[in-house]
């Protein structure tokens, strides 16, 4: 079945970075289109950004634009979120999800409900 397993969340002081990988099985992950989300307490599940199949492109929520990087690595089914200067704010709970790359999925990128899959997710504490 498919899996998309969360890693390398954890606790940062405002400013530090981060790095969260996301691993998918049971999948032809070149196919899909990945993105990440997340979800603070009390709150809706907010769009990051995404990336496209061939890694060529990749888009931001104006929240982390300019900090936040999507990566990924069709080779090893993987996709990745670098974080830098982080803030308080930026504490979620983080979700990688993925759905079979169209141009309508490219379009609604920013919609949960779009995704196939999701990740368990992985927990991001920035705090002085």
């Known amino acids: 079945q498919v899996q998309l397993v969360e890693s390398g969340g954890g606790f940062v002081r405002p400013g530090g970075s981060l790095r969260l990988s996301c691993a998918a099985s049971g999948l032809t992950f070149r196919t899909y289109t990945a993105s990440w989300f997340r979800q603070a307490p009390g709150k809706e599940r907010e769009f990051v950004g995404t990336?496209?199949?061939?890694?060529?492109?990749?888009v931001y929520a104006d929240s982390v634009k300019g900090r936040f990087t999507i990566s990924r690595d069709n080779a090893k089914n993987a996709v990745s979120l670098h974080m830098t200067g982080l803030k308080p704010e930026d504490t979620a709970v983080y979700y990688c999800?993925?759905?079979?790359?169209?141009?309508?999925?490219?379009?609604?990128?920013?919609?949960?409900?779009?995704?196939?899959?999701w990740g368990q997710g992985t927990q991001v504490t920035v705090s002085s």
């Open positions: 990336i496209s199949v061939t890694g060529g492109t990749a």
């Open positions: 999800a993925v759905a079979k790359a169209s141009g309508a999925i490219w379009l609604r990128r920013a919609e949960a409900s779009s995704y196939d899959y």
